[in-house]
């Protein structure tokens, strides 16, 4: 699945799992990235992605309003790898199969 070209830029800037950290809490709007370091979207955003991946974005976007896409494919093929990850690390924990699918569908908030 292919990512709109300003998240595979984000991506790059930051790395998947916070970019999609990023994406989970502002898709689907416009998001202006702060200049300084001084305002509540600053704060935000540093305690959505950490400092480090904040100052690295608003180093590059600073000022700029960027749309920040859904991303909905790529956000539901994440949860199911963790899934998936999650059911192996069951398995190898001693739960039946039918035990690890119902810790997953509590954890994950699905239906059986």
């Known amino acids: 699945m292919a990512l709109p070209a300003t998240i595979q830029n984000i991506v790059g800037i930051i790395g998947h799992a ?10 689907g709007q416009p ?13 935000h955003l540093v305690e959505l992605i950490g400092a480090s991946a904040a100052g690295r974005l608003c180093q590059h976007y600073g000022g700029e ?9 790529a956000l539901r093929a994440d949860r199911n ?12 924990d001693g739960h039946s199969s039918r035990g690890a699918i119902s810790v997953l569908v509590r954890e994950f908030k699905m239906s059986n």
């Not at 916070?18 to 898709?27: H, P, W």
């Not at 200049?35 to 509540?40: K, L, P």
């Not at 309003?65 to 494919?73: H, S």
């Not at 790898?81 to 190898?92: F, P």
């Open 81 to 92: 790898r963790e899934i998936i990850a999650r059911y192996d690390v069951l398995l190898g």
């Open 18 to 27: 916070r970019a999609m950290e990023l994406v989970r809490d502002l898709g």
């Open 31 to 43: 998001y202006r990235f702060p200049v300084g370091q001084t305002s509540d979207t600053w704060e």
């Open 65 to 73: 309003e960027v749309y920040i896409a859904r991303c909905d494919a």
